[in-house]
């Protein structure tokens, strides 16, 4: 199917939206940009949010050390003394990167409030105690998930997986999963914000945070 037939007719160039919610400066944001991404978060999680939308997912960009960069969502799982963590495969492509390069980027879209937050830092993996814990409180499928995957190397067949899930599931039956080793949490300290508002005439509104000499300094940029 075309693209042109999922969009009602419209051609890729001529899809565009007019962005006029709200606007966003600098007298009405909070100095602390971990308190200003908590209000935005919250504001993101309306009552009437469609079931599919998820406010905590976030692009997580990585890079090599020859500059190869990738990028792909993972869900925010908690922000610790303004640091912003999420779970995953230590093994992946992106753990393999981060372990090479440890800048990162986040990128949150909420497209329903026309908002969008960039974040910068450095991340460092998790406490394993807190890997152990938050492994515990997850779904058993997911537990088991995470001993099953060797997450993006080449597998033959889906097949292969869920044979793997079954025979993990009869052996763990009735015994409690453990956390594997190479599965864990990362946190990102993040040392530059930017805030954006879309805002009519593409004149959209970008509040950016950097921190220099551990104070966050505060500026307005060009849309
Ligand atoms: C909505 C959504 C949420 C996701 N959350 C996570 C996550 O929290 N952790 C994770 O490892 N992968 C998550 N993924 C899968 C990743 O996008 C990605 O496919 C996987 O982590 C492998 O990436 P890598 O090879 O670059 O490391 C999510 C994907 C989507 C679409």
Redo the contacts with the bound molecule.
């Keep these: 199917m075309s693209l042109k037939a999922y969009n009602r007719n419209m051609s890729i160039q001529e899809m565009r939206k007019t962005y006029s919610m709200s606007g966003l400066s600098k007298s009405e944001i909070d100095l602390d940009p971990v308190i200003q991404f908590q209000h935005w978060f919250e504001q993101a999680q309306q009552p009437d949010l469609p079931d599919w939308v ?1 406010v905590n ?1 976030m692009t ?1 960009s ?1 890079a090599d050390l020859k500059g190869n960069v ?6 925010l ?1 908690g922000i610790e003394d303004g640091r912003l963590c ?4 230590y093994h ?6 981060i372990q090479d390069n440890p800048q990162v980027s986040l990128c949150f879209l909420w497209a329903h409030l026309q908002r969008q937050v960039r974040i910068e830092g450095t991340v460092t993996k998790s406490e394993r105690s807190k890997s152990a814990d938050y492994f515990r409180t997850r779904p058993r499928e997911s537990q088991l998930g995470a001993h099953v995957s060797q ?2 190397s080449i597998v033959d067949s889906s097949q292969t997986l869920q044979n793997r899930f079954v025979e993990l599931q009869t052996e763990y039956e009735q015994a409690e999963i453990p956390c594997p080793e190479h599965w864990g949490g990362y946190e990102v300290q993040p040392n530059r914000y930017e805030f954006w508002q879309g805002r009519p005439g593409r004149l959209h509104d970008r509040i950016c945070y950097q921190l220099v000499e551990d104070q966050w300094q505060i500026s307005r940029l060009a849309p």
């Design positions: 998820e997912a997580l990585t990738t990028s792909r969502i993972v869900l799982k999420f779970y995953t495969n992946s492509q992106k753990g393999r990167q997450q993006s």
